[in-house]
């Protein structure tokens, strides 16, 4: 295909494997760039958006323990620490421990995070239908399926973002 050219890649004529895998990364690497952009124009960065999309869903007003947040985003503790200093520093979240234990600190997610988050959401979900019109609806959900077969077998294999 000649939209692989710049990237010196003749599609069909390597290791498949190897061609599933840079695709995919090179399709990763477009689209964390496009939304990238289109969220830092509110001040986030996918980071602290996906933390606050979690929040806000399954936080609720009880909030999420850090383990926790951590556990469903695929990320270390210690990344996630910077992204939780730099949310409760811009006023997006609040840290505290519960009422019985004040040691377990729970998440949660300030009225200004989710006005933001209201503010950001039909533009974020244009972003990504512009960023898959490419491909047409059978293909978005053959692919999907595709995708969810693959991450089953991480899933039954245990690997490193198991669950």
């Given at each position: ?5 710049p ?29 990238s ?7 986030l ?31 270390s ?26 040691r ?14 209201d ?10 239908k ?34």
């Amino acid at each position: 295909m000649d939209a692989l050219k710049p990237f010196g890649m003749d599609i069909g004529k390597g290791n498949i494997n190897e061609e599933v895998v840079y695709l995919l990364a090179l399709i990763y690497s477009y689209l964390f760039d496009d939304m990238s952009g289109y969220l830092s124009k509110s001040q986030l960065t996918p980071a602290k958006f996906n933390v606050l999309m979690i929040l806000k869903h399954h936080g609720g007003k009880a909030g999420m323990r850090q383990g926790d947040l951590s556990q469903r985003l695929l990320v270390s503790t210690s990344n996630m620490s910077r992204v939780l200093e730099k949310l409760q520093r811009e006023g997006l979240i609040t840290l505290g421990g519960t009422a019985t234990d004040r040691r377990i600190k729970l998440i949660r997610i300030t009225p200004a995070a989710t006005k933001l988050l209201d503010k950001v959401w039909p533009g974020y979900t244009q972003r990504l239908k512009d960023l898959t019109q490419a491909l047409p609806e059978d293909k978005k959900r053959e692919l999907s399926g595709i995708l969810v077969q693959w991450i089953g077998f991480f899933t039954q294999k245990g690997g490193a973002h198991a669950r």
